[in-house]
């Protein structure tokens, strides 16, 4: 029996400011900080490590790039192979950009206008529609001539946490499996080809029964659409953020579900694609913000580390709770002390409560680690500040691939008194 779907590699705790050679403290002087600091070795790494997992089957990766739409990352993805996942047409314009091709991009967004679809039909991308509203629309304007992938939602409790579970009874993706009537009938009204379908049950899903009976449900509802190239299983994969976060065996669950996978094509009567779309398991470890220390603050109850970033610049721990380790990359031999690390924005925007660091003093850099994912994506101007520089570091270089802000990114939208 399947356990848990974390799924992870080793978490990279140790102090170490070289990065396939090159040097963060280098960065951090020649682009200063804030700056977020991407390592193309680690995304293959793990992209790599899930396709091979599922050894045997025809499996696609779909980077699901809201997770860090740099067009560099996108870039680096569509050379080791992946497709895309895009939820917005803005994120299907990054895509084309980078250099994917139209069919190589699943757009599947949520609770858009049919206008906002109609121009990812004429970008020629896949369309994942998710609501029976829209898919009447899109039945009426195109009938048989685009082919769609349709959203389910099994209804599978995906995590213990509301704010990332999307698959449950009161959530507003996909179309429910209960409504699989009035969706045929709106299928075979308009004559709509159906070519995949999908499932996405959230971002963080602890066991992997769970999943596969998110799975069996797809299954089953294949047995109404005679045409299906492809079976969507979204994303799921966890990353261990945390020293001590539960690892699993990704190959082991890969090849549980490989083999079911196979069992059912040969029942369904044709061997289909299986595809994935995993965001923060691609870039998430990859990825690490580099901060500098602006101030040390002794208080009665802790030593707080104020650095030049914040919420603004990776909400995860203020929006999610989310831990990320936090690492004095330019005094590793100092003795451990603990601190509180904290943001200079005006809103209790902590990083990390008492953490062990090795000694922090002013001008330190701190590394945060497991940032590529959700990190600068996720980012504001939030106290007219600017975001931060990103930076590639591939064979050994490092390149910068976006400038950080200037005021006039501040003030270029706003009209002239
Ligand atoms: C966000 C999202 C993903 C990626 O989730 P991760 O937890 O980052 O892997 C995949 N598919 C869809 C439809 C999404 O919205």
Redesign the pocket.
Known sequence: MLKSIYICSPMKNEVSEIVDGVSLLDIAEQVECPVYVYNQKDIAKNYHKLLKAFDGIKVRLNY?C??CTNIHVMSELKKLGSGL?A?SIQEVWLALKAGFEPQDILY?P?CVSIEEIDLAVKEGVRINIDNLSILEQFGNRYGNTVNVCVRLNPHIMAGGNSH?S?GHIDSKFGISIYQMRHLLRIVENYNINVDGLHM?TG??ILDAEVFLRGAELLFEAAENFKDLTFMDF?????VAYKPGDIEIDIEAIGKKISKRFVSFCKSYGRELELWF?????LV?EAGQLLVKTNVIKQTTSTVFVGVDSGQNHLLRPKMYDAYHHIVNISNPKGEKRIYSIVGYICENDTFGWDRQLNEVREGDILSIRNAG??GFSMSSNYNSRYRPAEVLIKDGKFKLIRKRETFDDLIKNQIDL
């Open positions: 699901a809201k997770a996942d939820v599947t949520n990332i999307v996405h971002s963080d979204g994303s799921g994969f966890k779309e995993p965001g923060k398991y998430s994912a959700y």
